[in-house]
Nanobody, 125 residues
Framework: VQLQASGGGLVQAGGSLRLSCAASGFVFDDYIMAWFRQTPKNGRAFVAGVNWYGDKSNYEDAVKGRSTISRDNRRKMVFLQMDNLKPEDTAVYYC???????????????????WGQGTLVTVSS
């Protein structure tokens, strides 16, 4: 199993980034996908999730309206488009896979079966 995240980098506040995550080694269509982010201060926190078909999504309040999660099942990829970035968005971003779509549980890192290696997003003020 492999989840390969990419697309991070240094961007100025107000800018945009598109994170990508390529999956292999498991049946991608059977898993909901999510993005988390981690900082030393806040630990690993949920950012966004998308269901198996890409027609349902859920967002952390702090990124709602500024971010869009999407997936391409044919290419086995999940994306996170982040706009109007803020310095507080600075973190290592991880993609994760889980079999369950549960609004109550999906924000818990413990829920997820597979994790990518992370990609660093740095937003300068």
């Amino acid at each position: 199993v492999q989840l390969q995240a990419s697309g991070g980098g240094l961007v100025q506040a107000g800018g945009s980034l598109r994170l990508s995550c390529a999956a292999s080694g498991f049946v991608f269509d059977d898993y909901i996908m999510a993005w988390f982010r981690q900082t030393p201060k806040n630990g690993r926190a949920f950012v966004a999730g998308v269901n198996w078909y890409g027609d349902k999504s859920n967002y952390e309040d702090a990124v709602k309206g500024r971010s869009t999660i999407s997936r391409d099942n044919r290419r086995k990829m999940v994306f996170l488009q982040m706009d109007n970035l803020k310095p507080e968005d600075t973190a290592v971003y991880y993609c994760a896979a889980d079999t369950r779509w549960d609004y109550g549980q999906m924000k818990s890192p413990n829920e997820y079966d597979y994790w990518g290696q992370g990609t660093l997003v740095t937003v300068s003020s």
